[in-house]
DNA sequence: AATGAATGAGGTTTCATTCAT
DNA sequence: GATGAATGAAACCTCATTCAT
């Protein structure tokens, strides 16, 4: 194969892995349908990576990475705690309906039990719902948001409410910029007038 | 080794499988270790089920059952939809507190790829939304939800909220009783009153 | 089960082997399944037979018998060797078209390795060539068959002649009992006058 | 293992399949012990072969190539049939008592029932004797056999005669070249004479 | 760095046989 | 004698990983 930059080759290997891993799941994508897909053969992947699992970190990684740069960017902005809930919702919703395969495997691979990287390292899902929790924090200091709530149940909730719409889609067609919108906004709404009417 | 009633022979394999599928994951539990904690040898295994993923099939189908069973005498109950919810997610949490190497089986592989039987027969998580999303429609036809909510988005808001409580509960060793209480009527609280203060 | 004369159990038992066995070949023939054709539990079958591959020898045992029970009247006979060639070709081609699964097994499994019992016992195409060959021997004794032909050679050729009608009915539905009548007749006829033209 | 031309590992794969299941018969042959004979690891014989069946399908087809070939330059030499047929039963049984394993292997095996492959294709058996009818037809074409005989029949006459020679020389230990000569001159003599005297 | 043939541990599944009832 | 649940050895095959080229 022709020479490239290291980082390309990863890189290819990363959007193999993620290609074949969400169509087949961790366990059945063999290394070998990595390696077709990415265009090289199974021995290089051993060059990027020292084994299978480590892929599949890596996908957790690099998107680790972007939520985090995202969150730093968001906390920084000095925005009312609804509005930095809004975008972050608005962000997650919008690359997951924008890569319904990505997100299908962030879903189901999420809870794969992990041997040699603590689970802290892999779990996606817990990443997104601190982040969750620390925005919700930074409104109970500022006082927009009530003292007594469990952040981390809320943030629960709400993960619990975006990862809803991104299932539903793998099921639909519809086009997701419509429902994207919508459906931050939604949230957003629930969370602030609850559920039930009058009582309030 | 002793005859004994196929029915309590299938029982003890499925409970075998639970511990040992909770343990290591569906693909890193294997089929003798399934059989050395039944008590029983792998082809035994084999006289009543036709293969590995059916023991996870017959798991989740139990499970599914029970649900569906305490869900009928709800709605049958003729309760409030506040009340019912409150008790489902009581009864939900309830017993996933009481058995956290079942949830956290249940949690890992509800997403597992099927190739047999559809989708929608194994997700359990998706029972649970459907479920949840009855009740909430119930709600709404009563009067007491707002007619605008999407009951879907608001099903994955509750059964997220209350994952977040199992999954934290997995880290933690304290006593699951004061937990549930608490919780359960917690999440029903922040339906309620909305996360938000003052704007109401 | 009903009690039944030992004989007429391990009857059963054989004639659901035939079936079993010419329709699976030996291997895929399981023990359940020749014990649920002949109505009997597994169990049933080693109370007649030590294994399974006594099944398949007692199947080619009677088949001997037959053969050499209808073998010494011919021989006794006193008829010329040409007629008992002949009877022993209609009767052997007789049988087969009548009973093609059993005829398929007897093909089938004749070469099939033997562990425990001498090759002797087991080869039945052995047993036929042997009848043919005495055939042949006595009517070089009587003179009417040339002396310089080796009987074993020829009485594969007649074998393989029949076998050859044999496995041709496999494949059509016509009716046996004309190709029969023929066949019989024309081995005859070849092995008389030859297969060349002019020169003899 | 050091790297080898492909189809050289595919031949020594085909060669210890060959030793293999004449000495054990199909079922009997472990893919380990194939392997182990071949001097590769089991997962060698898996990247040429997609299973065990299809060493043995290769074995026939390597045959029926042979004698296709063989065939193939026989009909082209416009020799006359009685010397076509000489030649063709000189050959097989030259290199069927040269090599009495491979010999076995193919008698036992020919009938084995087959799944995926058609009949056809693998019956080795009955290639032969659709040489063999293709080469009396030529005869009948040119006059010099009799036109009343049925071509099939006599084919399995001539194959039977053979293989009656080589199943005895499995039992014997007689130098083959002289038997072979003898065989072949004594099968085309029996066709053209018949066996009975006088009476022609 | 790239290749891909070779490796071989290890997993699922089958099925003849046993034996308590 | 009959039953059929239980047994467990043994086979096929997969596929992550290595390493000579």
Request: glycine letters at 8%.
């Amino acid at each position: 194969m022709t020479r490239k930059k290291p980082s390309e080759r990863k890189e290819e290997i990363r959007e193999a892995g993620i290609k074949v891993i969400a169509e087949e799941g961790f366990h059945d994508a063999t290394t070998d349908s990595i390696a077709e897909v990415a265009g090289v053969s199974v021995g290089t992947i051993y060059n990027y990576f020292s084994n299978k699992e480590e892929i599949l970190h890596y996908i957790f990684e690099v998107e680790r990475e972007k939520i985090t740069d995202f969150f730093t960017g968001l906390t920084a902005s000095g925005l009312p705690a609804e509005e930095t809930i809004r975008r972050f919702l608005k962000r997650y919703l919008g690359r997951a309906l924008k890569n319904r395969r990505k997100s299908k495997l962030l879903l189901d691979e999420e809870h794969r039990p992990v041997k040699k990287v603590s689970m802290e390292i892999l779990d996606y899902s817990m990443l997104l719902k601190s982040c969750v929790k620390e925005l919700l924090e930074a409104g109970i200091s500022e006082g927009s948001i009530r003292g007594e709530l469990d952040p981390e149940l809320v943030s629960g909730m709400i993960i619990g409410a975006a990862d809803s719409v991104v299932v539903k889609s793998f099921f639909t067609d519809d086009c997701p910029d419509d429902v994207l919108e919508g459906a931050s906004e939604e949230i957003v709404e629930t969370l602030k007038r609850g559920i039930f009417n009058c009582e309030n």
